[in-house]
Every structure is written in C-alpha cells, then in structure tokens.
C-alpha cells in the first residue's frame, strides 16, 4: 500500500496563529518587566522579564516547527516533514533548561549585599503577565493536545512556568517591600527560584519530546481504536500486528491484516484498502496506513505478534 499525503490542514494553520499571538504578546510583556524591573530595582521581576523574552524565542521556534510540518512528503521525506515539529520541541526545552540555569547564576549574584528595596510599581507588568499568561497556557494547552502538536504543548507548559514565575516575583516583591529589614533578599532569592523553575519545566519537556523521537508507541487505548476502526470493514478477519508512531501532528501506522487465504489477490487488496481509508476517516490523530495482508489462521508460519 503507497502513501498520500492528507494534506495541510487547519490543525498547522492554527497552531502557527496562536504562536504568532503569543510571540507579540510574550515580546510586549518581555520589554514591560525588564524596563520596569530595571527602574524599579528588581531581580525577581527582571528574571521573569528574562524568561518572558525566552518565550519570544520559544515560540518562533514553534513556529518554524509548525511551517516545516506542514509541507507535504517528498522524495526523501516519504513520511513528511513532521518529525521536525517534534525536534522545535526539543530545542525548546533545552533552552528553558539553559536559560533557567542563567537566570538563577545571575539572581543570586551579591545577595548579602544592602540595597535600597524595590519600588511598588515593579509589581503591575508581572501581575498583567500572570493574567494573559493563564489564558495563553490554557488555549495553547487546548489546541496543542487537540491537535497531538508537541511542540505547542510544550510552549504552553512554558506558559505556565510564566504563571508560577509571576507569582514568585509578586510574593518576592511584596516581601521586599513589607518588611526590608528581614526580607530585603528576597526579591534575588525569588528570581532563583524562578530560573529553577523554569530549568525543571526544561528538563520535562525534553523528556516528553524525547520520546516521541525514540518512536514510543501510544497508549492501549489509541492501539485499541485502530484495530477497532481496522475490523468494521467487511473481509478483515483479524489484526495480527498493528504499530504506530509519531511523526509531528500525527500518527503512521503499520498494520498486519488478516483476510481469507483462499481470497484473490485483487480482493485481499481491496479490503486492505477500505481498511486504511477507514482507519483514517475514524480517527483524524492517523496519518496515513500501510496495510500488510495475511492469511487469516495460519500464524504460525508468519511468527506470534
């Protein structure tokens, strides 16, 4: 059975809106705390300004991810260009992995040392930024698990660490400012805790890209849907083998029917093909099915599954 592309869908063209979105958005919230944080004598709301100009980064990484994805296979891409997708999520974490590690080196820089506490005024862009922040995490969230995009999932849970940062800065600054004398160092110690957590959010997201790239198989009950799907077609007795993996938005599946062994070729290969195009048209996560035609009860000559 060949390939054929399915085409571009709205699945890439929406995903690279919402990364563009959240490029504009992240870059204006970028330049508020790091220019207010630097008047306002912050570490903490610098740090965040720091990791908000990272996900200016991350996010054009998305979307180079997405644009690649899209375009259709090739002569030397048989299987399209999707695993790049997976590999912008991979980079992505790797940079939130370094640049939290900068950010905690830099926060916890001169910390005995006294200083005047920062303004009140630090506090409003970071309080903006846990706002738009929580509903660009969850839409990006949504979208990214709707359409299997690993790396838009990845640039939410990067949202996120905005969200828990944000709030870090808030409770650092307030510290500061409510009791100098004993919290005076809480603002650089906020910022840390900010660049570690977004060093642990690195590490994850590269463990989950990871494993897309190392062909891991999707959870039973995605296998049990195929085979399901695979069985509805009049002639296709039995699955013997079914795998599937990853490559960007969806999946490729290899699929090992069973049809009668007194069946003529031209009619096994019938089925196989009503077979695939049901797979496809029952679950939209399939790219495309390479059907393998067996002879139904006779498994022993072929190896166990």
């Not at 995903?15 to 970028?30: D, E, Y």
């Not at 991810?65 to 992505?92: M, Q, S």
């Not at 195009?277 to 498994?299: C, F, M, S, T």
Request: aromatic share 6%.
């Amino acid at each position: 059975m060949r390939y054929i592309h399915s085409g571009v869908g709205k699945a890439e063209t929406q995903g690279a809106r919402i990364a563009v979105a959240s490029m504009v958005i992240s870059g204006s919230l970028a330049v508020a705390k790091l220019i207010v944080g630097w008047l306002a004598g912050s570490a903490s709301v610098v740090a965040d300004g720091v990791e908000s100009a990272g996900d200016v980064l991350a996010s054009s990484i998305v979307l180079l991810g997405l644009t690649v994805a899209a375009r259709p296979p090739d002569k030397n891409h048989p299987y399209g260009h999707g695993r790049f997708e997976t590999l912008t999520g991979l980079v992505t974490g790797l940079g939130l992995a370094l640049a939290g590690a900068g950010i905690i080196w830099s926060s916890l820089q001169d910390t005995s040392l006294r200083h005047a506490p920062p303004a009140a005024f630090a506090l409003y862009p970071v309080a903006a930024s846990v706002a738009l922040k929580g509903v660009m995490a969850a839409l990006k969230l949504r979208v990214g698990r709707r359409i299997r995009s690993s790396a838009l999932v990845a640039d939410a849970w990067n949202d996120t660490v905005d969200i828990f940062s944000g709030s870090v800065a808030l409770a650092a600054v307030g510290l500061a400012l409510y009791d100098p004398e004993h919290f005076l160092s809480a603002d650089r110690y906020g910022g840390a805790i900010i660049g570690g957590i977004v060093v642990l959010l690195g590490i994850r997201v590269v463990h989950e890209t990871s494993l897309t790239l190392m062909d891991t198989m999707p959870g039973e009950e995605m296998m049990a849907s195929i085979r399901q799907s695979a069985l509805k077609v009049r002639g296709a007795l039995d699955v013997e083998k079914c795998y599937a993996r990853k490559t960007g938005l969806r999946y490729h599946v290899d699929l090992h029917l069973e049809v009668d062994p007194e069946m003529t070729v031209r009619r096994s290969h019938a089925i196989a093909e009503q077979v695939r195009n049901r797979v496809k048209q029952d679950l939209a996560w399939v790219e495309d099915v390479l059907v393998h035609v067996e002879p139904y009860g006779e498994r022993g000559f072929h190896g166990e599954s």
